[in-house]
């Protein structure tokens, strides 16, 4: 079973950036495409970005596009999304999450499509 791991949430003013690390435990990390969410209190859970493990595919959400940048580092394992010109509304608990896929090339974007889950870090944008 993989488990993924975050890192790096924190709190910071609007306009700042902040990278989130997320890596995983268990079975090997290549054939997992990785994704991010995000769930701020009284909404539901919203897709941030995923990224194949094999064709370098990359999806994000409308709400960050030009935004963020997701990447992943597979000498260490390690999924990051950049998250530049933050604003309030980014404010939420972010998840990484990862699914099984033997293609290569799926960045899903649906939560339904990942099996597992991290424990979530706090990202808070204040101003």
């Known amino acids: 079973q993989v488990q993924p791991v975050e890192s790096g949430g924190g709190s910071v003013q609007a306009g700042g950036s902040l990278t989130l690390s997320c890596t995983t435990s268990?079975?090997?990390?290549?054939?997992?495409?990785m994704g991010w969410f995000r769930q701020a209190p009284g909404k539901e859970r919203e897709f941030v970005a995923a990224?194949?493990?094999?064709?370098?595919?990359?999806a994000y959400g409308d709400s960050v596009k030009g935004r963020f940048t997701i990447f992943r580092d597979d000498v260490d394992n390690t999924v990051y999304v950049q998250m530049n010109n933050l604003k309030p509304e980014d404010t939420a608990v972010y998840y990484c999450?990862?699914?099984?896929?033997?293609?290569?090339?799926?960045?899903?974007?649906?939560?339904?499509?990942?099996?597992?889950w991290g424990q979530g870090t706090q990202v808070t944008v204040w101003g």
């Open positions: 999450a990862t699914h099984l896929d033997p293609s290569g090339r799926q960045a899903s974007t649906s939560p339904r499509e990942y099996d597992y």
């Open positions: 268990g079975r090997t990390y290549s054939s997992y495409a």
């Open positions: 990224i194949s493990w094999s064709s370098g595919d990359t």
